[in-house]
Structure formats: C-alpha cells, structure tokens
C-alpha cells in the first residue's frame, strides 16, 4: 500500500499512513542506504498529527541500522530540510509530511543529494525494496540520543543567514514595507518572520498557531483558502499578503489591492524581475500544467523555456542540465538557481519582497507591465473525483483509445508526455492528467480570456462523462 507519487508517499493517518508502514518504509530506505555504504541521515517534521512521533520512528529505523541521524528537533519547513541535505553534503534525508494535503493525511518526503526531491527511479527501488523486508531493526530514540547514533540538529540560522545573503536585504530596508503573514496554521512563521523582520518590515500574522486540523481548511494558499487575508491586506492597508501552505514549500500572494496573485503569475514576476531588473539570464523550466506566459517572457529576452512532466524532481533536473535561472509550477512552487534544488516558498517569499522594494511598484503594477509587453492569459482549473471502476474507463478513453472532444477551437497537436495535453492553434492548450498525491483528475486550460478557458474544460468534462 506504500506507493510515491510526485511529491513522496501521502496517505489518510489510519488506513494506510500507519507505524507499521512507516517503520516499513524506513527499513527498505535504510537497506538501499546500506547497500550504498550510506552512513548519515536527516530527518524533519512539519505540525501535522503524529508527524513528530513518526519523525522519531523513522530515526529508530535508521539508528537501529547503524545509520547516524540528524535528527532537527523543532517544526521545520520542508525547504530548511532539503537545505540540511545540501548543506551537510548528505545523500539522503525525509521530511514527514503531507505538504497540502488534507488534516486527516500525512506522508514522507524522500530527498536526495543538493537538497532535491528523490527521483523516481529512487523511490521505485524503495517501494520494491519494502516487498523484500523480512526484519525491521529498530533502537529506542532516547537511547540511540544517549549513545549519539541519533544527533539533535538545528539548521535553522544557517537556512535563515543563507536566504538573507541571497536577497538585497538593504533595499528591503530602506523600503519599511507592511507585510501580512498566513502560515496556514504551518510550519512558515518563525522562518518568514525572522527574514522580513531582520529587513525591517513591520509583520503581523494570523492563523499561526498549532492546529493539526488547519482550522478546517485545506493548508493550500489559493484564493479560496486566502479570504481572510486578502480582506485584512485591503482593510489594514498592507503592502502584501503572504501565505504558505503546511510545510512552506509554496505559496500564494495577495497584492496591496486584496488580488489574490496565481502562482502561474508569481513565476512571471520573479522570472520578469531578475531578467529585466537584475540583469541575470538563463532559461526557465516549467511544468506542462504551467503557464506558457513563460514562454513569451524567455523569448523576449532571448532565453528559452523548457517544458517537463509534473513533479518537482523534473523541474530540478533539467534545471540543472540547462542552468536554467528559474523553475516552477502552477500549484505555487519554486526554486531560484544557486538556491537548494527544491520548492522553497520561505525564499520564493523573500524575494518578491525584494523585488517591491527595488523596483518601488507594487505588484499590480508590476503584472500589468508584464501582459502589456507578453500578452494576456487566463487558465481554469478543475479536479474531478473518481473510484477505480471510473479510474479505468477514463484511462482507456485518455490513453488507451487516445480519443478527445471536438473542441471549439482547432487542434494544432497532441502531447502524452504526462496525462494528455491539447494545443490548440490560437495559443491556448487543455490538459488532463491524473493527480499524483491526490484521487484526483485535474483539468487545466489556458487561454487568452477566462470564458474560452472555461468552454474547452466544460468540453471536456462533458466529453469524459464526469
């Protein structure tokens, strides 16, 4: 029942996401690490329930194999995680965690050398590697702590002194912007908080106690889980709004103006901002669900943009074989090159508040200089759900039968590179794709106005009877 999807292993506390399977999984990830000679590990937390007491489990696993652990002992950001991994120059390290997910999941992030999501190859050989257990090894965590196979570790200054060393923290200064912060009831407040204040923004937050049931929502920044923080920005007169999902390693925006700003929008900024205003260049690498306002920023300053399959652990790799200078996904996550080979909304975050306080405009103006300059898109987004029986016949229609709908709007090609993607010949393209960390089929369209965007979706949900 242990299967990895695009962002680790994530299941409901209970059913599946149970010590048995953890302890399981740790064991088939201590084996692989073994084999390798692999002798060090680090592991953190977010605020989920049970995420601490399965951080200490999984260390049990690994100190009871002989293999030593960094253990950080308070709640920590899934990017200050994947930045220990970099840091320490370790192979291997996990984060418990089920990012934004619903209350009742939780999960494990595997990460691998540079501070990156573990390729799927890795995470293959784990779930094969689980069939083949027959003992799990295992030491008591406070005496694996008293004969030191397990560390207290906190990384916490060095992640922080690194993201102030990678923005213009005087130019923030000099700025005295007001900020907003919504960690979502997760695990950003104590990072974001310390970095904005150090570059003496005035800060207030709301939703930032502990709550493992995210006072009810979905701990994902969209514009529908923002409310209270795109009134109080407006209200209150804030310069910007931030949120970040449970473990802040995305995030969402809301402008001095109470917009919530799209993720789609937010990687053209930042890609606009260090292009034109930082005079740094490179390409950027997107997902196929991702804007394709990308592309036209990449050519208009000469540079490319190279499309890849959902899961970070794509965006990371062909960054890294083309040096792109960006990379990102629609559903709000980020890296910046020279910065860990992850998502990490606590910089992503930082850095669009540099790029207020250089270049003195607020973000509306800011996009509206962009679409003037790259044009306009509008992209709908759906999630449908299913049982198996359903699973199957919406597979044999999408891949098997490889049929689509008579859209509105001419075809130009198809692409199955991951789910199936229509591009149309005005510009515009449909995808559907089956989630990886959800029973969920996505469905999103880009188009230059929001109706078309809706039309095509609505022709597909009709053409796929769901």
């Known amino acids: 029942m242990i299967k990895f999807g695009t962002g680790g292993w994530r299941a409901i506390i209970g059913e599946d996401f149970t010590k048995d399977n953890l302890v399981l999984l740790s064991q088939s990830l201590a084996n692989k690490m073994i084999k390798e000679d692999v002798k060090e590990f680090v592991i953190g937390y977010d605020r989920r329930f049970l995420s601490d007491k399965s951080a200490q489990w999984m260390s049990e696993v690994m100190a009871g194999n002989g293999i030593k652990v960094y253990f950080i002992n308070k709640i920590a950001p899934t ?72 560390v207290m570790y906190n990384p916490f200054n060095d992640y922080i002194d690194t993201i102030i060393s990678l923005v213009d923290i005087e130019s923030i200064k000099n700025k005295q912007l007001k900020i907003l912060l919504d960690p979502m009831y997760g695990v950003s407040k104590t990072s974001l908080q310390t970095i904005l204040m150090t570059a003496r923004c005035e800060v207030d937050l709301i939703h930032d106690r502990h709550d493992t049931l995210f ?49 789609n929008d937010i990687m053209a900024l930042l890609y606009y901002y260090l292009l034109k205003y930082k005079n740094w260049s490179g390409p950027v690498v997107r997902n196929l669900a991702t804007t394709h306002l990308l592309d036209n920023i990449a050519e208009g300053f000469g540079e490319k943009c190279y499309e890849v399959p959902v899961g970070f652990k794509h965006i990371s790799s062909k960054m890294e074989e083309t040096n792109a200078l960006i990379g990102g996904e629609s559903s ?46 509008e992209m709908a987004e759906h999630g449908f759900g299913f049982d198996i029986e359903e699973k199957e016949r919406l597979l044999n229609i999408l891949y098997t039968d490889k049929k689509i709908p008579e859209f509105s709007f001419e075809v130009d090609h198809v692409s199955y590179m991951d789910g199936v993607k229509v591009f149309f010949k005005n510009g515009g393209w449909i995808i559907a794709r089956f989630s990886g960390t959800e029973p969920l089929l996505r469905v999103f369209a880009e188009m230059d106005s929001m109706d078309k965007a809706e039309q095509v979706c609505k022709e597909m949900k009709d053409f796929l009877g769901i």
């Open 79 to 150: 990017p200050m995680i994947m930045f220990s991994v970099k840091e320490m120059g370790l192979k291997y390290g996990a984060a418990i965690t089920a990012s934004h997910n619903p209350a009742d999941y939780n999960g494990i992030k595997i990460f691998t050398e540079g501070g990156r999501d573990a390729a799927m190859e890795i995470t293959d050989i784990i779930e094969k590697e689980i069939e083949k257990v027959t003992e799990v090894k295992s030491v008591d965590f406070n005496k694996a702590v008293d004969n030191g196979t397990i």
């Open 332 to 377: 709000g996550g980020l890296t910046i090159r020279g910065h860990i080979k992850g998502k990490d909304g606590v910089f992503a975050a930082s850095l669009l508040v540099e790029m207020i306080s250089v270049t003195n405009k607020h973000l509306s103006k800011l996009l509206e200089e962009i679409h003037e300059q790259f044009g306009y898109f």
């Open 215 to 263: 006072g009810g929502r979905l701990p994902s920044p969209s514009s529908e889980t923002l409310g209270r923080l795109k009134s109080d920005v407006v209200e209150k007169g804030y310069d910007l709004g931030i949120g970040t999902d449970g473990d802040a390693d995305r995030l969402g925006i809301i402008d001095e103006q109470g917009n919530f700003i799209h993720p």
